[in-house]
């Protein structure tokens, strides 16, 4: 239950345990399967699991079966994720065989998909998995989680390295991930989300402790924009602009672009731009400011946020959340959780229809799409 045991879960076993979180990430990778008792469609490991392609069970507290007290370290079990059942021992009809590879190591030929008027990008968290899903038809990745980044290779605080003398860590450690994705998509564009990580999460880090405050909602709390401009953090922010520049300018990668996470309000989408805009990323023709709309205010006052962005990437589980006033990763009211309801797709309907009255873009990144045929 403790990320920091994850060095102790090898390649292949079955990751059992309460819920997952960025921190879990070097451990998933390693899963053959996870399986939590938390969680729903929209949760951390629903999440992950589909982009990595490992089999996985979440919330099994909303059936009244704990994983973690019936599933211990040492057996052996069968998971089967598309019905949702644990079976134990080994179920041999239910094991997939491995297929060969493509040749080229290529996941599909594009020439196989008919073109589309609307554009499709992915969204991408692990760099590594870069390569193998270029091949793919898609128009670039409209969502790049920098968390990852910093889970699998930094470790460490930002704030806690700069107080060590080392703030280089984090530009080169963040520019080698970015670049590897820019790198094997070019030329389509890469939409960089900068971090967006809770406070409970930054804390997992190495140091972290020292700058983090122990929030009861950090799901509302200091995360995205709030961070950027506060005093307190705003020189970690500029490591990440200055990863950025680097793959922009150092490595020529100009087909890299970045998206603000959790903007409340229209002063702080100024305060970020305007921070940008002083560490040299200014928006232009080659440089685009794309903005996560996962916030009422976001389509309330989009009218307001389009002087400062290019566009949208609608975060439908943290809208739909937020519009429904329903925690999503909460097994006694997730039945209520739904991107469908009317609500959210007004709201999405007037976000489209503000945007483009001031040619703004408008994407989607939640899992409403994947999940939902009818939102395409």
């Not at 005093?231 to 300018?249: D, G, H, Q, S, T």
Request: proline content about 5%; glycine content about 6%.
């Amino acid at each position: 239950d403790d990320p920091k045991d994850i060095d102790q879960f090898k390649e292949g076993e079955i990751l059992v345990t309460l819920m997952t979180s960025p921190d879990w990430v070097p451990a998933m990778k390693k899963a053959a399967a996870i399986v939590t008792n938390n969680g729903g469609m929209t949760c951390h490991a629903a999440i992950v699991s589909r982009e990595m392609q490992i089999p996985c069970i979440v919330g099994t507290k909303s059936k009244q079966v704990a994983a973690t007290d019936v599933l211990k370290t040492g057996d052996v079990v069968t998971v089967d994720a598309t019905n949702g059942i644990v079976y134990m021992g080994k179920v041999d009809s239910l094991l997939k065989k491995d297929k060969p590879a493509a040749q080229g190591g290529q996941v599909v030929a594009a020439e196989t998909f008919a073109p589309t008027a609307t554009g499709v990008m992915m969204n991408l968290g692990d760099p590594d998995l870069a390569d193998k899903y270029s091949s793919l038809p898609a128009d670039g990745i409209g969502l790049m989680r920098e968390e990852f980044l910093w889970t699998t290779f930094i470790h460490e605080h930002p704030l806690y390295l700069i107080e060590q003398g080392h703030p280089e860590k984090v530009v080169d450690m963040l520019a080698d991930g970015i670049s590897k994705v820019a790198r094997a998509m070019a030329p389509r564009p890469v939409v960089l989300r900068l971090s967006d990580f809770k406070s409970s999460e930054y804390r997992k880090l190495k140091g972290g402790e020292k700058y983090e405050p122990h929030e009861p909602a950090d799901l509302l709390g200091w995360r995205g924009a709030s961070r950027y401009y506060d005093p307190k953090y705003i020189e970690a922010f500029k490591l990440e602009l200055a990863a950025v520049k680097k793959v922009r300018n150092e490595f020529g990668l100009k087909n890299l672009n970045v998206m603000i996470p959790f903007v409340r309000t229209v002063d702080e989408a100024r305060k970020v731009t305007d921070i940008m805009r002083n560490e040299g990323l200014v928006r232009n023709a080659d440089f685009k400011v794309y903005m996560m709309a996962e916030i009422p205010t976001n389509i309330i006052l989009a009218d307001q946020f389009n002087q400062y962005v290019d566009g949208y990437s609608i975060g439908s589980n943290d809208l739909a959340m937020l519009i429904l006033g329903c925690d999503r990763n909460n097994d006694t009211v997730a039945h209520l959780f739904d991107e469908r309801n009317l609500a959210v797709k007004r709201a999405i309907r007037h976000l489209i229809k503000t945007a483009h009255k001031d040619g703004r873009t408008v994407s989607i990144c939640g899992q409403a799409p994947s999940e939902y045929p009818e939102f395409t």
